[in-house]
């Protein structure tokens, strides 16, 4: 499955990427925080979205983040 992570006060996607363990994923991030190279972040909700794509229904999943405020972010 498709999923994205998007910072919530921006609405900036930060990452795309293909999983398969979509249950271990959403398990992972919503652990203490999530760091990518460039900052750490905390989670802060996720959607399922569903669309027509070449006449064939897909899904994505968009997992939003906060900023984590004890940690400084620089994006």
Do not use: C, W
Request: hydrophobic content about 45%; cysteine-free.
């Amino acid at each position: 499955m498709n999923v994205i992570f998007v910072i919530t006060a921006t609405g900036e996607e930060v990452l795309e990427m293909v999983s398969n363990d979509v249950s271990g994923l959403l398990a992972a991030v919503q652990g203490e925080n999530v760091t990518f190279p460039f900052g750490s972040f905390k989670y802060d909700f996720h959607t399922l979205d569903h669309y027509l794509e070449n006449s064939v229904y897909r899904q994505e999943l968009v997992i939003y983040l906060k900023v984590d405020n004890s940690q400084v972010t620089t994006l």
